[in-house]
């Protein structure tokens, strides 16, 4: 089973407005880590923001916050007041506690396009 | 602080060659681990080295291996290249030994292309 869904391979969204890219994620691990990677077209992973699974409050880094549910085992970052740069692919990722070492699993991707 | 250096950036080799890509990580990081990332996969773990030692390897056949030397620098090696592991291969740098928290900062990458 995937262990990191993204539902959305591709989404549009106007310059200046919100938008929600969706992970799912499955683990049995009851400490695990979450991430958002956003890679531009010239390839480097660029660190976004985290969410650990003990963590009380969604956690926010400027215009990115994450909706995390843990129930629902989903981790939506949500882009507020997005812009032109923002084009690119984003990833999330997690890394579960009971795997040695910083091994990342990621999901497939969103391609997210902003329009002017 | 520099970042996460890979070298080549883009390399073309021929299918049955071997190759060697670099990485050198952030001063004082000692986990390098590397991806490899295709249309097709995704981005796939391919290994980890701490201090020197390999101590996480994923689902990939023997012809990839790796090493990291005392400096913490890194390198990848696939012999016998086949047309499918043309791909970009990343490189992640963290500081810790491990941690679900550990921030991973990656390289630019270097695109193989195997003609």
């Known amino acids: 089973a995937q262990k990191i869904t993204q539902t959305q391979p591709g989404m549009f969204v106007q310059e200046k407005e919100a938008v929600t890219l969706d992970c799912t994620y499955d683990?049995?691990?009851?400490?695990?880590?979450l991430f958002w990677y956003k890679q531009p077209s010239s390839g480097e992973m660029i660190f976004l923001i985290y969410q650990g699974s003990y963590d009380q409050q969604n956690a926010t880094e400027g215009r990115y916050s994450l909706n995390f549910q843990k129930a629902r085992k989903s981790a939506n970052l949500v882009i507020s007041a997005s812009q032109l740069g923002d084009s690119a692919m984003y990833f999330c990722?997690?890394?579960?506690?009971?795997?040695?070492?910083?091994?990342?699993?990621f999901g497939g991707g969103t391609r997210l396009m902003v329009k002017p | 602080k520099a970042g996460v250096t890979q070298t080549p950036r883009y390399l073309i080799k021929t299918r049955g060659q071997q190759v060697t890509l670099s990485c050198s990580p952030i001063?004082?990081?000692?986990?390098v681990s590397w991806y490899q990332q295709t249309p097709g996969q995704g981005l796939q773990f391919l290994f980890e080295y701490f201090s020197e030692t390999q101590r996480n390897k994923g689902n990939f056949p023997g012809r990839f291996s790796g090493r990291q030397f005392s400096n913490s620098r890194s390198e990848m090696n696939v012999s016998t290249l086949e047309l499918g592991d043309s791909a970009l291969y990343l490189c992640?740098?963290?500081?810790?030994?491990?941690?679900?928290?550990?921030?991973?900062?990656f390289g630019q990458g270097t695109r193989l292309t195997v003609v």
């Open positions: 683990t049995s691990d009851p400490s695990y880590g």
């Open positions: 001063s004082g990081h000692r986990s």
């Open positions: 990722a997690m890394r579960e506690d009971n795997n040695a070492g910083n091994m990342l699993t």
């Open positions: 992640a740098s963290s500081s810790g030994p491990t941690g679900v928290n550990t921030e991973a900062f």
